[in-house]
């Protein structure tokens, strides 16, 4: 798919992208990584002029939460909720036994800065991004994650980030006043003091002058462009069963399209949906998503809100504002049923029609924790079944088992860094099954498993899951 179409996006997009999936992620207002960017910039600019520390800067702030989808999971089980769980953290409202136990959560700070290190270097953006992204827990008095770091190990940028991040979080939580007396608290025990005391006299000015800060992002004439299959990577790695979707469902719903007649700038605008569309997915909790059977109501509408949530965060992307609108639709229904505009009939358009049903379809052939993934049969007859109830239009139906018949697989590249072996293992590893149900599925041992294990991890650099399903995802090694 990505041979025929350029699904890119510049690369001001992109980092503007992942870091509205943080916001959320985090339970924080959009926008929150971007007044961080800007206040980052300010106290750097403040520090050491100008240069390309500000850059830097910027970019750390950005890509700060951006692992956050990775360790979504482990929060969950151990918050209970990862978003609100991660809010109340940042806003220091969590209760002392949690926040103890966050502390000692040493694994999820270790695949959080793994894979938005590893999200760093496939964006090319420099080790001086890399190292303030894998340093951004640790803290001045040694007592950070993961590493414990002494002072003059941690770059100067990952205090700057630290703590515009903190007086944007508790000023709005508590009031200015507040925030900077916890801020002054923490003079070289979370950041040095010569930083601290630069911000305080300046703080108020500098959140006044966020005010102005532009409200669209809009990066589409630069000349550096990435691939939108790496937002779409961030966005599945929320969930264990979702590695790979969005790619699924950017194959089905193009080549559907492209039998329906569409042309080719629409054929890219749905595929770059596709990779787009789970993104309001990340405010909901993995708790709720995890949950077989029909939820409760309040959580329920949490769900529906998804897609709004969606739109909303690319609404400030222009570059994304037609994908992003088609990606709003994926879960309307004909009969007006779906949500979250509730829609129906007309006013469905055929991109809308044809992108709903390509992500129905897609999903019934995956595997969730609940059920065992459809065979192409059974799916073909429950996405019928659902246009005969007036879901979908069946003839779009038709065209969407059409192009999903003949649907070209990743195959492994003839150079892969990885055996056969390996990448069968690691595309069991990245859909969340254990060492122990990866051995009984290729009847091998559990230890041989772990051999194989350490092997992809060695050759791919990586010591977590997560970060290997991403670069996996990434080299082509896995779909």
Same mark, same amino acid.
């Given at each position: 798919?990505?041979?025929?179409?350029?699904?890119?996006?510049?690369?001001?997009?992109a980092?503007?992208?992942?870091?509205?999936?943080?916001?959320?992620?985090?339970?924080?207002?959009?926008g929150h990584?971007?007044?961080? *960017?800007a206040?980052?910039?300010? !106290?750097? /600019? &403040?520090?050491?002029? @100008?240069?390309?520390h500000?850059?830097v800067a #910027? $970019?750390?702030?950005?890509?700060?939460?951006s692992?956050c989808?990775a360790n979504a999971?482990?929060f969950?089980?151990?918050l209970g909720?990862?978003?609100?769980g991660?809010?109340a953290?940042?806003?220091?409202t969590?209760?002392?036994?949690?926040m103890?136990?966050?502390?000692?959560?040493?694994?999820?700070?270790?695949?959080?800065?793994?894979?938005?290190?590893?999200?760093?270097?496939t964006?090319?953006?420099g080790?001086?991004?890399?190292a303030g992204?894998?340093?951004v827990?640790e803290?001045?008095?040694?007592?950070g994650?993961p590493?414990?770091?002494?002072h003059?190990?941690?770059?100067?940028?990952?205090?700057?980030?630290?703590l *515009?991040?903190?007086?944007?979080? !508790?000023? /709005? &939580?508590?009031?200015? @006043?507040a925030a900077?007396?916890w801020?002054? #608290? $923490?003079?070289?025990?979370?950041?040095?003091?010569?930083?601290?005391?630069?911000?305080?006299?300046?703080?108020?000015d500098?959140?006044?002058d966020?005010?102005?800060?532009s409200?669209?992002?809009?990066?589409?004439?630069?000349?550096?462009c990435?691939?939108?299959?790496l937002?779409?990577?961030?966005i599945?790695?929320k969930l264990?069963?979702?590695?790979?979707h969005?790619?699924?469902?950017a194959?089905?719903?193009?080549e559907?399209?492209?039998?329906?007649?569409?042309?080719e700038?629409t054929?890219?605008?749905i595929?770059?949906?596709?990779?787009i569309?789970?993104l309001?997915?990340a405010?909901?909790?993995?708790?709720?998503?995890?949950?077989?059977?029909?939820?409760?109501?309040?959580? &329920?509408?949490r769900?529906r809100?998804?897609?709004?949530?969606?739109?909303?965060a690319l609404?400030p992307?222009?570059?994304l504002?037609?994908?992003?609108?088609?990606a709003?639709?994926?879960?309307e229904?004909?009969?007006?049923?779906?949500?979250?505009?509730?829609?129906?009939?007309d006013?469905?358009?055929?991109?809308h029609?044809?992108?709903?049903?390509?992500?129905a379809?897609?999903?019934?052939?995956?595997?969730?924790?609940w059920?065992?993934?459809h065979?192409?049969?059974?799916a073909a007859?429950?996405?019928?079944?659902?246009a005969?109830?007036?879901l979908?239009d069946?003839?779009?139906?038709?065209?969407?088992?059409?192009?999903?018949?003949?649907e070209?697989?990743m195959?492994?590249?003839k150079?892969?860094i990885?055996t056969?072996?390996e990448c069968?293992?690691l595309?069991?590893?990245s859909?969340g099954?254990?060492n122990k149900?990866?051995?009984?599925?290729?009847?091998?041992?559990?230890s041989?498993?772990?051999?194989?294990m350490?092997?992809?991890?060695?050759k791919l650099?990586?010591?977590?899951?997560?970060?290997?399903?991403?670069k996996?995802?990434?080299l082509g090694?896995?779909?």
């Amino acid at each position: 798919m990505d041979s025929v179409l350029q699904l890119d996006i510049s690369l001001g997009g992109a980092l503007a992208t992942i870091a509205q999936i943080g916001d959320l992620s985090m339970g924080q207002p959009l926008g929150h990584s971007r007044r961080v *960017a800007a206040l980052a910039r300010m !106290l750097a /600019r &403040a520090r050491h002029g @100008d240069g390309e520390h500000l850059r830097v800067a #910027e $970019q750390v702030a950005l890509l700060r939460w951006s692992g956050c989808t990775a360790n979504a999971e482990g929060f969950a089980d151990l918050l209970g909720d990862d978003v609100d769980g991660r809010r109340a953290m940042l806003d220091l409202t969590l209760g002392n036994e949690q926040m103890n136990a966050v502390h000692q959560a040493t694994p999820l700070a270790v695949v959080h800065c793994e894979v938005s290190g590893a999200i760093a270097n496939t964006l090319q953006l420099g080790a001086a991004v890399e190292a303030g992204l894998c340093r951004v827990f640790e803290t001045y008095d040694g007592t950070g994650r993961p590493l414990g770091l002494t002072h003059e190990h941690i770059p100067e940028v990952a205090y700057q980030v630290v703590l *515009a991040g903190d007086l944007d979080i !508790l000023s /709005r &939580a508590h009031g200015l @006043d507040a925030a900077l007396r916890w801020i002054r #608290e $923490q003079s070289d025990r979370r950041y040095p003091a010569s930083l601290v005391s630069l911000l305080l006299g300046t703080a108020k000015d500098w959140l006044a002058d966020l005010e102005t800060l532009s409200k669209t992002v809009d990066h589409a004439h630069e000349q550096r462009c990435v691939s939108l299959t790496l937002v779409g990577d961030i966005i599945d790695l929320k969930l264990p069963w979702l590695a790979g979707h969005s790619r699924q469902v950017a194959h089905v719903a193009v080549e559907a399209a492209r039998l329906w007649g569409l042309r080719e700038p629409t054929l890219t605008e749905i595929g770059k949906s596709a990779l787009i569309y789970g993104l309001g997915r990340a405010a909901v909790s993995n708790h709720l998503w995890n949950t077989a059977g029909t939820l409760p109501y309040g959580a &329920a509408e949490r769900v529906r809100l998804v897609p709004y949530w969606t739109q909303q965060a690319l609404r400030p992307i222009t570059e994304l504002a037609v994908p992003a609108e088609i990606a709003s639709h994926a879960y309307e229904r004909l009969n007006g049923s779906g949500y979250f505009r509730g829609v129906a009939g007309d006013a469905l358009c055929a991109e809308h029609r044809l992108f709903a049903t390509s992500v129905a379809w897609v999903a019934l052939r995956e595997a969730r924790p609940w059920r065992s993934a459809h065979g192409e049969t059974d799916a073909a007859r429950l996405l019928k079944q659902d246009a005969g109830s007036g879901l979908f239009d069946n003839d779009i139906c038709e065209a969407v088992i059409a192009a999903a018949g003949g649907e070209r697989r990743m195959r492994q590249p003839k150079a892969s860094i990885l055996t056969t072996r390996e990448c069968r293992i690691l595309l069991e590893i990245s859909r969340g099954a254990s060492n122990k149900q990866v051995a009984r599925l290729l009847d091998i041992s559990p230890s041989t498993v772990r051999t194989h294990m350490e092997s992809i991890f060695r050759k791919l650099e990586c010591s977590t899951r997560a970060a290997a399903t991403l670069k996996g995802l990434t080299l082509g090694l896995i779909a």
